[in-house]
């Protein structure tokens, strides 16, 4: 077990390796001085020669690119200065000279925009997407398994065909155009009736009680979030209910005389969620991606709509930084689903 865990980390991280090379070398092909970017337009030319300095900007590409590296990996050399402790915030391990082989969290450099350091940002924006992913997963969760065993149970009928134009419509509706009918209709047409707006954030700013969470501004992005997964979990589960209420246990059961609820709920639910979990598991980190035009068109300050912003106004960091933390959680996700398959399921081979 300890072995195939290993393999999957290995995976992992060449992948995420795989991942650095690409963004890196996408983001130095495109246009645009980041010294200039990140001091102004109207800068002097030792402002300018400064900030190359800092990036690396004056190297070759080879070693900007070792110099990422380096500033990407949790172990880094760096120079033993009061600036260097101050930029990186390291812990010293080994004194090399000059230099010092330090531990530090990956330094994603800093806004061209806002002068930030980019994992500032991220640590500011990322909850506020994790909380709209989460709910979206719980909603499409909930719903999803309900229509898809109602389906099921009422299969060939009218409950039937509507659950599944549903889903049709929810998987063919891309989320861009979902979100833009849900915010005008629930937030703009219908606002007097549902109390909701068509764009506002977790978080708003209150001038007697100061930030406050305001929980009816993630009901819309939500729902348009979990509308594809809901659709996808709504088929499984029917396809699923289905084929185990075909099963001689189940007719057994019958047979005995249990009620319908408990042959459903108790023995054929059960046994048809495991589809269902699976593509639980994934589309969770599929959903902190998908969030980025959601967020945006909504307005909810997260992950996504600060990625977007970011792009529109070329600070690049951020939006590698973004794209870094996103292929980060894809991995991590999909290596503990491996590992937890393989020790639930026996059948999973551990080679």
């Not at 909701?196 to 700013?205: K, T």
């Amino acid at each position: 077990m300890l072995y195939y865990a290993i393999k999957k980390f290995c995976y992992g991280f060449a992948v995420m390796a795989g991942v650095v090379i690409v963004v890196f070398v996408l983001f130095n092909i495109l246009p645009g001085d980041p010294a200039r970017m990140t001091l102004g337009q109207r800068s002097d030319v030792s402002s300018l020669e400064a900030v190359r300095k800092e990036f690396g900007l004056d190297r070759s590409r080879p070693v900007q690119f070792m110099l990422y590296l380096n500033d990407l990996s949790p172990l880094g050399l760096h120079e033993n200065t009061a600036a260097d402790q101050e930029k990186y915030h390291y812990q010293k391990l080994i004194a090399l000279g000059d230099d010092v082989l330090a531990l530090k969290w990956p330094y994603l450099r800093r806004s061209y925009q806002t002068k930030r350091d980019v994992l500032i940002i991220l640590k500011e924006t990322v909850p506020n997407t994790f909380v709209l992913a989460l709910t979206a997963m719980i909603f499409a969760t909930l719903i999803g398994v309900f229509l898809g065993v109602v389906s099921a149970v009422n299969k060939d009928t009218w409950i039937d065909k509507a659950a599944n134009a549903f889903a049709i419509l929810g998987i063919s509706a891309p989320s861009f155009f979902a979100g833009i009918i849900i915010a005008w209709l629930f937030g703009f047409v219908l606002s007097d009736y549902t109390g909701l707006n068509m764009s506002g954030s977790l978080y708003s700013y209150d001038p007697f009680k100061g930030e406050v969470m305001t929980w009816k501004n993630l009901w819309l992005p939500m729902i348009t979030l979990g509308l594809r997964p809901l659709a996808i979990i709504v088929q499984l589960t029917r396809s699923a209910m289905l084929d185990v209420l075909a099963q001689d246990y189940i007719r057994t059961a019958r047979a005995k005389g249990l009620s319908r609820n408990i042959i459903i709920y108790k023995h054929a639910l059960r046994n048809a969620l495991n589809p269902v979990i699976t593509a639980i598991s994934g589309w969770f980190a599929s959903l902190l991606a998908g969030s980025f035009f959601v967020e945006y068109i909504f307005g909810y300050n997260g992950l996504g709509r600060t990625t977007v912003t970011a792009l529109e106004m070329s600070d690049f960091p951020v939006v590698m930084g973004s794209i870094l933390f996103i292929a980060f959680i894809f991995v991590v996700i999909n290596i503990l689903v491996d590992v937890l398959y393989a020790l639930v399921d026996p059948r999973v081979k551990l080679a």
